[in-house]
């Protein structure tokens, strides 16, 4: 699609989102060093020449500077944990961009979110590999086993204060870019600010967790600590900061994403409760990606993204017949 | 041109490439989804399948066809099961890993859709050779796909091939996954789908074509008059009548015109065409300057182009004159009456006269209720809606278009065109209509040839109710059925009511 507005608007999009990605970036190498860069330059690099080599094969126009291959990339870097192969993201950004992005057109008509895709399809391939994760460098609740895969065993914290300023501050294992709920917060407010309409996805994807976790906890220490390690433990947060505002999928009205967000919150929680992996919010994603045109039909709306372009598209039309 | 006789070439083609059963047709996808997990067994299980389908398609084609439907599903699962039981005996003595890596997949084949498809689509409409050529083509290009998707999982997801581990130490079990061949799948049949878009751009639309007989059936009659291309570009003769023949010959277009006019017989075959003098034409009709489109004239079906025509057509006699002046009478009273044409006759000096309201309301109304059928292939003219031309180009028109002046019929032969100007028109009714008032608005077309006067009596046209405000058709004659080949002239002239 030709549309100036409409690529405009994703660029701008994605440069939030990676703005917002910084400083998870900086913690998780605060907490496990410079191998991180290395993951990430490895990620973003597979993801740009996948992009790269599908647009000449396909014969479509390269759209790299609408940011979403860098995206893609670093996103995958942040779910892994530090330590992981960089074949591992490779394989990851490959997936994503060969299979869950170009076949379809690219970003603006993916159904699927592409960084999801990827993650889910390392999650079968290697589970192995991607939920093991190196210890932290000081040492913290829950030094060798992430919260997640306590909170599918059963086990819990005590949630003292010491515990809670850890939980926030991140100093337990787990994905790279996803442990650190402080500074997860704080993008959550960089989003509501910048982009509010994206934060009412976020917004419904974390009342649906708050509500399921509080009505059905895993654990015995009360509906607080359920929910405090709930929406702490594995990439809750970072799910509903990264993947759930993704453009590409999201709905256009307010209240269509409200509803995108909460169904795609139920699904999590209930593969969190049922599901073979401790981590299951990509799955989730993508589930809700796959189903969302029958809400679609239903509430006839269609994806953001489009509906944007294709007005832009119409307006441009309108403009050129007006000049001629 | 298709092949008349079949080729195996054509059908390996086409039954392996162009309409893959698998990328193309979706048969037999479990077998390619969930059990091309290694090289070894894709090849043992396409191997087991060719030859089901092979006997299969032979056996349908020679007996089972005349069976009854509910039998020979039956009969293509026993066939399948003829050959899988006696396999899966061999392999458990030769080589009993590679069965149980196959596992129910072997004797799953005996109910594939492949089989049971291919025979029912297929080999119950074909002769025994043409079931065995599809049988062997459909099987190759089954194979091929089970064995390319055998590969590549196989490497990405095991990292090895043919059972030798591979040097890279690099797999992903994912792909061993039934979604894993789906995606492989995908991506094969986009890969496909767009070679033949490049190689067969006619054959884009595949399904459609997919059970088409590869011999040509009968090329289809039509009911209109051929000219062969390379007589299409000879001038042709247009058949010319002369004062002494006999009075009046039928022309269903217009029943005023055929009695207005003194259309008369044609004269022997023999006789020459008279010379008339272009410049007689020209004086009493200017020409516009604009000269009509004609489309240029296709294989069989065209007409002669009019700068040809016209430059080689004979010139008039002076009785055609008077012919002409009562033509254009007629054309003014059936404008006046119907209020459908307007008078849009050019002067002499060329200036078309305005519109009324009227003419124009009732030229718009006519365009929007006329029916718009398809257009037909052999017909190239097209329903020129100008009024006010003036006779000569209407009769030139007339001519170009259907070679014959007062001809009238739907001919189910090639005519040539020496034919054309020995065209006998006692053939055709004479008769004078009973009724001469004919109410023209009321003139319905149909494709038969017209038989006696009192045939068209009986074919009436049903009635059109007056909108608000229309006045009432003042007499309702009753139509009769015209040719369907001036149906184009009645619309363009806007006679068509």
Wanted: with cysteine; aromatic share 6%; proline share 7%.
């Amino acid at each position: 699609m030709k549309s100036v507005s409409g690529k405009k608007s994703n660029k701008n999009s994605y440069a939030d989102f990676l703005i917002m990605s910084v400083i998870p970036v900086i913690m998780a190498w605060y907490y496990n060093g410079a191998q991180v860069f290395k993951l990430l330059i490895v990620s973003v690099a597979s993801a740009v020449v996948c992009e790269t080599v599908m647009s000449l094969i396909l014969k479509v126009r390269l759209r790299l500077g609408d940011l979403n291959a860098v995206y893609i990339g670093v996103i995958m870097a942040l779910m892994l944990p530090a330590d992981a192969s960089p074949l591992l993201a490779a394989a990851g950004c490959a997936f994503a961009v060969i299979v869950a992005k170009m076949p379809f057109g690219g970003a603006l008509n993916s159904p699927f979110v592409p960084a999801a895709a990827g993650f889910a399809f390392l999650c079968l391939c290697k589970p192995e590999e991607v939920f093991k994760y190196p210890p932290v460098l000081t040492s913290a609740v829950g030094q060798s086993t992430s919260l997640a895969s306590m909170l599918a065993q059963g086990n819990s914290v005590r949630l003292n204060s010491i515990n809670f300023i850890n939980l926030m501050i991140g100093e337990f294992v787990g994905p790279m870019g996803a442990t650190c709920t402080a500074v997860l917060l704080c993008a959550l407010i960089y989003l509501i600010i910048r982009r509010p309409y994206s934060a009412i996805n976020a917004a419904g994807f974390l009342t649906a967790c708050a509500i399921m976790a509080v009505l059905f906890p895993r654990i015995r220490s009360g509906a607080l600590c359920s929910l405090v390690m709930e929406m702490c433990s594995g990439m809750l947060i970072f799910t509903a900061l990264f993947l759930v505002t993704d453009p590409c999928a999201s709905p256009n009205r307010p209240m269509n994403r409200l509803i995108y967000g909460l169904v795609a919150g139920v699904i999590c929680m209930l593969i969190r409760y049922f599901g073979k992996f401790e981590e299951s919010a990509c799955f989730a994603v993508i589930i809700t990606n796959a189903i969302w045109p029958l809400f679609e039909k239903f509430l006839n709306d269609k994806p953001y993204v489009r509906a944007q372009t294709k007005a832009a598209v119409r307006a441009e039309k309108s403009e050129v017949t007006e000049n001629a | 041109m298709p092949d008349k006789k079949p080729r195996f070439s054509t059908f390996l083609i086409r039954a392996s490439f162009v309409y893959n059963p698998v990328l193309i047709q979706a048969l037999g996808l479990c077998l390619v989804i969930a059990a091309t997990t290694s090289l070894k067994v894709s090849l043992l299980l396409s191997c087991e399948i060719s030859v089901t389908l092979i006997i299969a398609e032979a056996l349908t084609a020679l007996i089972i066809k005349n069976f009854p439907n509910w039998v020979r599903v039956t009969a293509y699962m026993l066939i399948g099961l003829t050959v899988a039981c006696p396999s899966m005996l061999l392999l458990e003595r030769v080589n009993e890993e590679l069965l149980t890596a196959a596992g129910v997949y072997l004797p799953l084949i005996s109910v594939n859709a492949l089989v049971a498809v291919r025979c029912e689509r297929y080999a119950t409409k074909h002769k025994v050779k043409e079931s065995l050529f599809d049988g062997v083509a459909s099987s190759v290009g089954f194979s091929l796909v089970m064995i390319i998707a055998g590969i590549i999982r196989e490497v990405i997801g095991s990292g090895t091939i043919w059972g030798k581990t591979l040097p890279w130490d690099a797999k992903m079990p994912g792909m061993l996954l039934p979604f894993g061949g789906l995606i492989v799948m995908g991506f094969m049949s986009a890969g496909l789908k767009s070679a033949i878009a490049k190689i067969f751009p006619h054959n884009s639309n595949v399904i459609k074509n997919m059970d088409k007989p590869i011999v040509p059936d009968k090329p289809p009659v039509t009911n209109t008059m051929r000219v062969p291309a390379a007589a299409a570009r000879e001038p042709v003769k247009v058949a010319r009548i002369s004062e002494e023949a006999a009075p009046k010959v039928y022309v269903p277009v217009a029943a005023e015109l055929r009695q207005e006019t003194a259309v008369r017989e044609e004269a022997p075959d023999e006789q020459p065409l008279p010379e008339v003098p272009e410049a007689d034409i020209r004086e009493e009709a200017p020409k516009n300057d604009a000269e009509p489109e004609v489309k240029k004239p296709g294989p069989e079906t065209e007409v002669p182009e009019t700068a040809d025509a016209q430059k080689t057509s004979e010139p008039r006699t002076e009785d055609t004159a008077d012919i002409k002046d009562k033509i254009e009478s007629f054309v003014k009273n059936i404008g006046r009456r119907n209020g459908n044409v307007s008078h849009n006759a050019p002067d002499e000096k060329g200036e078309a006269k305005e519109e009324t309201d009227k003419n124009k309301r009732d030229k718009n109304r006519a365009k929007k209720t006329a029916r718009k059928k398809p257009a037909r292939p052999d017909k190239p003219y097209k329903a020129d809606n100008e009024p006010g031309k003036n006779i000569s180009e209407l009769l030139d028109e007339m001519d170009r278009d259907y070679n014959v002046t007062a001809s009238a019929t739907s001919v189910e032969k090639e005519i040539t065109p020496d034919e054309i100007g020995r065209i006998d028109l006692n053939e055709l009714d004479q008769k004078p209509l009973p009724n001469p008032d004919v109410d023209l608005s009321k003139i319905r077309i149909g494709a038969d040839k017209p038989k006696s006067s009192e045939d068209y009596m009986k074919s009436f046209s049903p009635e059109k109710k007056p909108r608000d405000g229309e006045k009432e058709p003042a007499k309702e004659s009753k139509p009769y059925s015209v040719d369907s080949q001036f149906e184009e002239i009645l619309r363009k002239y806007h006679l068509d009511g």
